[in-house]
């Protein structure tokens, strides 16, 4: 027991940095963090030393301190322990080091030790995905010299300018209101039939080789037609439940005839792959011509009875 206590005491004496060196730990709450992200710094000094307080020291880096908390001293037997809480956060991504924290072990205001920690590697991430575009350093606000009332005179224009749209638009919804109706109205259904037989046969399409594409816009033409003289929605209804609503609507049995042989060569053209000769196209067109004359001349006719019975 002797020789060991006397082995204590020359190493004390050879050596008493030894035996008062301070133990000094710094570690962070992660390693990988989010742009933004607080991250806490924990640093903790031992010291068998008669200490009473201690100094840290921070370097500057790529990150701000949000806060810093010191915890209450920690006294044993043998030692003194201080502990220290950095809050910081870095709000630009990559790699980035920590440290080394500067810490001066005070007694009675006086330095009697000085120390430095270990550094710590901190990776930061952005918050967008891999998928997304990475974000653009902020640009910094330029300062605006003299006074803003200069600015007056652009928004003058700007309200000016808006005006000017506004009373365009109110000019122009007024001159559409006065558009005579008469002249938006559509032309009488027979009149439009006309006219649209007339377009479709300029287009030529049986003499290109388009036969069923011609008695296709055929019949959507009469269909229309028919929906506009008739007041019933052919486009719903097959050829003959067609033919059975014209009955119904109409007495002249050559106009019911001649809308028949059109919806039948329609049909069978569209649906029997059959190919029509010259003899049958120009036989149509002399039947569609004269269900428009006669169509015509009932609209002439009903024109009259309305005259005389105003006594015009």
């Not at 809050?87 to 500067?102: C, E, H, R, S, Y």
């Not at 190919?275 to 002439?300: C, E, F, H, M, N």
Request: net charge positive; hydrophobic share 45%; with cysteine.
């Amino acid at each position: 027991m002797k020789t060991c206590r006397w082995l204590l005491v020359v190493q004390l004496l050879v050596f008493p940095r030894l035996a008062g060196a301070a133990q000094v730990t710094l570690s962070a709450s992660t390693l990988a963090a989010t742009i933004g992200e607080h991250v806490e710094l924990r640093l903790i000094v031992r010291s068998l030393e008669n200490v009473d307080e201690i100094k840290v020291s921070i370097p500057a880096g790529d990150f701000e301190i949000i806060r810093r908390q010191r915890l209450p001293l920690i006294r044993t037997a043998e030692w003194r322990t201080f502990e220290q809480v950095l809050t910081i956060a870095f709000f630009k991504t990559g790699d980035f080091t920590v440290g080394p924290l500067g810490i001066e072990l005070l007694s009675a205001k006086a330095v009697r030790e000085k120390e430095q920690s270990d550094t710590v590697a901190i990776k930061v991430r952005s918050l967008l995905g891999a998928n997304d575009k990475d974000i653009r350093p902020l640009k910094k606000l330029l300062p605006l010299q003299g006074s803003p009332l200069h600015l007056l005179k652009y928004f003058a224009g700007g309200l000016l300018v808006l005006l000017l749209a506004a009373l365009l638009l109110v000019l122009k919804r007024k001159r559409t209101r006065q558009v005579p109706a008469a002249a938006m109205a559509l032309p009488e259904p027979e009149i439009e039939l006309e006219l649209a037989i007339r377009e479709l046969w300029q287009k030529k399409l049986p003499q290109k080789g388009e036969p069923k594409l011609f008695f296709i816009r055929l019949g959507e033409i009469i269909k229309h037609f028919l929906a506009r003289a008739y007041h019933f929605n052919a486009d719903d209804l097959t050829s003959t439940e067609i033919i059975a609503c014209l009955e119904s609507n109409e007495n002249d049995s050559a106009v019911i005839a001649g809308m028949a042989d059109i919806f039948r060569q329609a049909d069978l053209v569209k649906f029997a792959e059959r190919i029509p000769d010259a003899a049958v196209i120009d036989g149509l067109a002399g039947t569609i011509a004269g269900l428009i004359g006669k169509y015509k001349q009932k609209r002439s006719l009903e024109n009259e009875a309305t005259h005389v019975q105003t006594g015009g």
